[in-house]
């Protein structure tokens, strides 16, 4: 087991997420992040060290659980609840 801040290649992080996500979905969560349900950007902290990206466990630990948290909030603010509700089909009238 790794320690939780020793520098990994994507490529490793990669293989150590659950799921084994590609290198690219990797590199993704890096630049460009995930939107997460109540639409706040949640991206993989990472360094560059020359033309080489790395993060750590605890990096990536920590993406895992903001993105969490933000989908949680999105599901627990009683607002969001309306917009879903709103964007139902409403009945026409029949002329």
Known sequence: MR???EYMTL?????FA?????????WRW???GVIAR??????LQ???????????AGWFE???????DA???????????ATAVSGAESPTAVG
């Open 46 to 56: 990472h360094i560059r060290v020359g033309g080489t990206l790395y993060s750590t």
């Open 62 to 68: 920590d993406f895992g659980k903001r993105l969490a």
């Open 38 to 43: 109540d639409t706040t950007r949640v991206r």
């Open 71 to 81: 989908d949680a909030k999105y599901f627990t603010d009683p607002s969001t609840e």
């Open 18 to 26: 659950p799921g084994r996500p590609s290198i690219n979905t990797v």
């Open 11 to 15: 490529t490793e992080i990669a293989k």
């Open 30 to 32: 890096c630049r460009k």
């Open 3 to 5: 320690a939780e801040n």
